[in-house]
């Protein structure tokens, strides 16, 4: 007989399963256990199971491969996916392969059991014919990062990609929104179409709305001829409208209109037109804080936000710093034709400060210290250097020791480091045990770069002959020929 509630755990870690059966069990589900793809497949092609919890990681063998086995083997057998090893690719490929869900590690027991109970809700329902999740390419690699937050993003984009759907991206500035408005059109139906972006908060609301909808000639001072708009020449593509809580309430309201009927007026004109396009909005504002406010439409903002993805600030996700220095680095070094990596040590260093500028802010300062770099290995003095804002970190975040060390010696030709208290939470942090022989090179350094590489220049300046610049170049280990 088919007692909807048989999960089956596949994993070769023997904790994990062990931990997740007995959550199986406590919620009144009946729970098998198994360490690899080949009694998985044994098991779901007897029909012996209802949903599948599957690790990604099998030791040597994909967990993916075998979802698609699954498929082979049991048809729409929901599959849901988990993994400590979140990526972009992977969420997709597990979409792809019709995972039902995915979730990566660690999860809370509740968004486990919620998945559980969806699938088994979905498999007595719709059961009988084929699972209807969406097929999708995979294609986003860009986007960095393993924390559980980043997973659900994947995710999200994952399944909202295929659709429609308004999507209304929240978060912080450089935080990565237009990135990830670029992964739902990248893995659309709509790919080959534009993808525009529109920076709503710098243009007046006239030129807004000409922009967007096209105006006729003669509708006002300066429109000389017919202008066809980014909803018609962006015709079936995404239009990104960044900045959306910036917009006025006259725009708003014809916006709303235009997103009601699918169909836009331009400028003037007196006929309307169809429009065939997706719409990402984008807002640094919180969705709750835009609820609340008098100058956002609450009416256009459930009809934007049909999808919310809200992105997290880097501070909230800090395991992914030092995965995301790497892929600056990557770039950075294929960009400069240089080879410059990161120790551990720097990349943990990284990894305590806030970013108040969130992703962005973080390849700033990776650029900058690739750029003042010399010999090859990353130090945090390479990131003190000529920074626009000194690094910063929330008391609080990190072990109190390392807060108390936080208030150091001042340091970088701009006066970082110097232990000014921003707000009653947060310190203008440098700490650096500096030796005088730190400081010398990096002052040389900072001359050679002054000079663009002239050394005559550079010793005039520091007030020493040129062959003692020389002799205290070798001495720092500096190569004055790659100062040039
Ligand atoms: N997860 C990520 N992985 C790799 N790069 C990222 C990630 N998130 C952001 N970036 C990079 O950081 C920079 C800022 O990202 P983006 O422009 O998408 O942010 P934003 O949220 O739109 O910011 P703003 O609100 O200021 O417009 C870009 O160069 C982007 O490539
Ligand atoms: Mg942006």
Known sequence: MNTPGRVLIVDDDPEFGLVAQSLVEVEGLSAQLVSNGDDALAVCSAQACDVVLLDLMLGETSGLDVLREIRRVAGNLPVIVVTAHGSMESAAEAVQAEAFDYIGKPFRAEELMSGLRRALDWRKQRGKGHGEQQAKPA???SIVGRSPAMVAIYRAIALVAATDSTVLISGESGTGKELVARALHDNSPRAKRPFVPVNCGALTETLLESELFGHVRGSFTGAMSNHRGIFETGSGGTIFLDEISETSPAFQVKLLRVLQEQEIRPVGASDTRQVDVRIVAATNRRVQDLLNSDDFRRDLLYRLSVINIELPALHERREDIPLLVEHFLQRLNAKFGRHVAAPPQTLDWLSQFDWPGNVRELENAVERAVTLNVGGKLLPEDFLQFTPMPLTRTIG????????RSVS?????????????????????????RSLEDVERQHLQAMLRYTKGNKLRA???????????????????????QED
């Not at 975040?397 to 108390?404: G, M, Q």
């Open 397 to 404: 975040t990190t072990a109190s020791s390392s807060v108390s």
């Open 139 to 141: 294609n986003a690699p």
């Open 459 to 481: 010793a005039e300046l520091l007030g020493i002959g040129r062959y003692s610049l020389y002799r205290k170049a070798e001495r720092l280990g500096i190569d004055l020929n």
């Open 409 to 433: 010696a001042g340091t970088g030709a701009n006066g970082a480091g110097e232990p000014i208290a921003a707000s009653s939470a947060t310190f203008w942090v440098c700490e650096l045990p």
